[in-house]
């Protein structure tokens, strides 16, 4: 069974103090691993997609990265504007249609 | 375009009562999701498409059903409310990009509550 663990649940920074976000997975056989990010009363926003260990992608102040075993959300100087919940799901090499989510990391930026 | 979009966007059942909530799209995805979304449990997939007339279900499939008459639009229908159905449903859609990626787009959601 696929699994995706995000840690931690929750995180309070200052603005502009650097820090990362975990997604820990088990699956088996990675065909992606997808970034979202959710504003509180809102549907998930795509941010990435990654899909070979050892790639990064950049949006902004976000640069996402893959391991055989995790992938991070890496924030540079955040901003209150960044505070959302960060969703992590992973698509499994044999499934085509369905995506495993993790629980999220709600973030807080404080000015 | 309007992407996903979702009808209605709040609504209070009572247990027992009945409804659908209605999903459209305008990417011409060929495949479709509902999910729901409750604290601290993530999102789960209740019901999918992977095209019109085809559907499949998902982790949490109970007390749904779901149809998918026409390509952009995907209905999901509770035939007996019962509390332990409140949540935020979320409807997504998706194509199969390059090398099987699923990338999936979410519409806002709907709210619901079963008293």
């Known amino acids: 069974e696929d699994q995706v663990t995000q840690s931690p649940e929750a995180l309070r920074l200052q603005e502009g103090e650097s820090s990362s976000l975990n997604c820990s997975y088990t699956?088996?056989?990675?065909?992606?691993l997808f970034w979202y990010r959710q504003d509180p009363g809102k549907g998930p926003e795509f941010l990435f997609t990654?899909?070979?260990a050892g790639e990064e992608k950049e949006k902004e102040r976000l640069k996402a990265t893959l391991t055989k075993k995790e992938s991070f959300l890496h924030i540079t100087a955040p901003k209150p504007e960044d505070s959302a919940t960060y969703l992590c799901?992973?698509?499994?090499?044999?499934?085509?249609?369905?995506?495993?989510f993790g629980k999220g990391i709600t973030l807080s930026v404080r000015p | 375009n309007a992407g996903v979009t979702q009808t209605p966007k709040f609504r209070v059942l009572k247990t027992g009562q009945s409804m659908t909530l209605l999903c459209a799209q305008d990417?011409?995805?060929?495949?479709m999701y509902w999910y729901r979304q409750d604290p601290g449990m993530g999102l789960r997939l209740i019901h999918y498409?992977?095209?019109?007339?085809?559907?499949a279900k998902g982790e949490v499939p109970d007390g749904y059903n779901v149809s998918r008459l026409k390509k952009q639009n995907f209905l999901l229908g509770l035939e007996s409310a019962a509390p332990s159905q409140t949540s935020v449903y979320f409807c997504?859609?998706?194509?199969?990009?390059?090398?099987?990626?699923?990338?999936?787009?979410f519409g806002p959601g709907t709210r619901l509550t079963v008293l």
């Open positions: 997504a859609s998706s194509f199969i990009k390059r090398g099987g990626l699923n990338e999936q787009f």
């Open positions: 699956v088996s056989g990675l065909r992606g």
């Open positions: 990654l899909y070979s």
């Open positions: 799901a992973v698509q499994a090499s044999g499934a085509n249609s369905k995506l495993t």
């Open positions: 990417m011409n995805h060929e495949y």
């Open positions: 498409s992977v095209g019109e007339g085809t559907t």
